[in-house]
T-cell receptor
Framework: SAVISQKPSRDICQRGTSLTIQCQVDSQVTMMFWYRQQPGQSLTLIATANQGSEATYESGFVIDKFPISRPNLTFSTLTVSNMSPEDSSIYLC??????????????????FGPGTRLTVL | QKEVEQDPGPLSVPEGAIVSLNCTYSNSAFQYFMWYRQYSRKGPELLMYTYSSGNKEDGRFTAQVDKSSKYISLFIRDSQPSDSATYLCAMRANSGYALNFGKGTSLLVTP
């Protein structure tokens, strides 16, 4: 398993400002993901962040709004830019420690961080 | 129509009851099916993972997948108050890594 920490755990921000969320993993992982969990909605993948390459964004999410850094195999940041109240959400990072095999228990596991609860006023 | 549908509940049961949680989906390409448990103000934790159709049992938990009906279930036997949480189903296709989540079902097990 992987132990993941996120900073900050929560924040209240003014509209128009930006917030950078940090995700730290206790082991080296290739694949890290950023999700958004809006009230009453499903967890939604924002982007995939692989070390050494540009982040890959899902439909509806763009780099200008959610720039991501992945400087090494244990750390990533997600910035929520030019925030509006609609960005109020929980933001979670997750990691997939293994991508091998089809049915092995170690594949298809995604471990999640505790989340960052963001409120935009 | 969303790809994954899950009744948000809340579902309230007495301690010791058998709990049935369900999701339906529309994308026939989904091959991997997971159940996550999320306690309040915590991140989701993986409970069970199943590939394609069939059953998998782990202690008090049983996951079932019926691909012909596009329907998955999680059964919790002898439910405990500590099982009170939100249960999220998730699934993905063979290719790619993006998980498609249901909205989650809130479960309360009362002593």
């Amino acid at each position: 398993s992987a132990v993941i920490s996120q900073k900050p755990s929560r924040d209240i921000c003014q509209r128009g400002t930006s917030l950078t969320i940090q995700c730290q993993v206790d082991s080296q992982v290739t694949m890290m993901f950023w999700y958004r969990q809006q009230p009453g909605q499903s967890l939604t993948l924002i982007a995939t962040a692989n070390q050494g390459s540009e982040a890959t964004y899902e439909s509806g999410f763009v780099i200008d709004k959610f720039p991501i850094s992945r400087p090494n195999l244990t750390f990533s940041t997600l910035t929520v830019s030019n925030m509006s109240p609609e960005d109020s959400s929980i933001y979670l990072c997750s990691v997939d420690p293994s991508r091998g095999g089809l049915e092995s228990w170690s594949s298809n596991e995604q471990f999640f961080g505790p989340g960052t609860r963001l409120t935009v006023l | 129509q969303k790809e994954v549908e899950q009744d948000p509940g809340p579902l309230s049961v007495p301690e010791g009851a058998i709990v049935s949680l369900n999701c339906t989906y529309s994308n026939s390409a989904f091959q991997y099916f997971m159940w996550y448990r999320q306690y309040s103000r915590k991140g989701p934790e993986l409970l069970m993972y199943t590939y394609s159709s069939g059953n998998k049992e782990d202690g008090r938990f049983t996951a079932q997948v019926d691909k012909s009906s596009k329907y998955i279930s999680l059964f919790i036997r002898d439910s405990q108050p500590s099982d009170s949480a939100t249960y999220l189903c998730a699934m993905r296709a063979n290719s790619g890594y993006a998980l498609n989540f249901g909205k989650g079902t809130s479960l309360l097990v009362t002593p």
